[in-house]
């Protein structure tokens, strides 16, 4: 039983930043990974960020060298720090979280989403 809810999003001027956050409800123990997703108008959504249980990060091409993902355990909070932030960068953006269910698979939990807007 895990929810997710973002929150941080809002209207900023190219170059700028932006930090979004993911507040998870439920326990922590059977998360094996936590993203960010995002989906423009007219586009498909793709993976942003991702930070596993262990730490372990990775990031989309578009976003390397300008977006950190990081996780706080104890506030149960995980979070994308955004800088030099693109009129493309604008989407909404998801959090997402993968909760090991039985041997091997596992439950995918998404927010509602965060409006990302990149704009002058």
């Known amino acids: 039983q895990v929810q997710l809810v973002e929150s941080g999003g809002g209207l900023v001027l190219p170059g700028e930043s932006l930090r979004l956050s993911c507040a998870v409800t439920?326990?922590?123990?059977?998360?094996?990974?936590m993203a960010w997703y995002r989906q423009a108008p007219g586009n498909e959504r793709e993976l942003v960020a991702l930070?596993?249980?262990?730490?372990?990060?990775s990031y989309a091409d578009s976003v390397k060298g300008r977006f950190t993902i990081a996780r706080d355990n104890a506030e149960k909070k995980m979070y994308l720090r955004m800088t030099s932030l693109k009129p493309e960068d604008t989407a909404v953006y998801f959090c997402?979280?993968?909760?090991?269910?039985?041997?091997?698979?596992?439950?995918?939990?998404w927010g509602q989403g965060t409006q990302v807007t990149v704009s002058s």
């Open positions: 439920g326990s922590l123990s059977s998360i094996r990974s």
């Open positions: 930070i596993t249980s262990g730490g372990s990060t």
């Open positions: 997402s979280a993968d909760r090991t269910y039985g041997s091997g698979g596992f439950l995918r939990y």
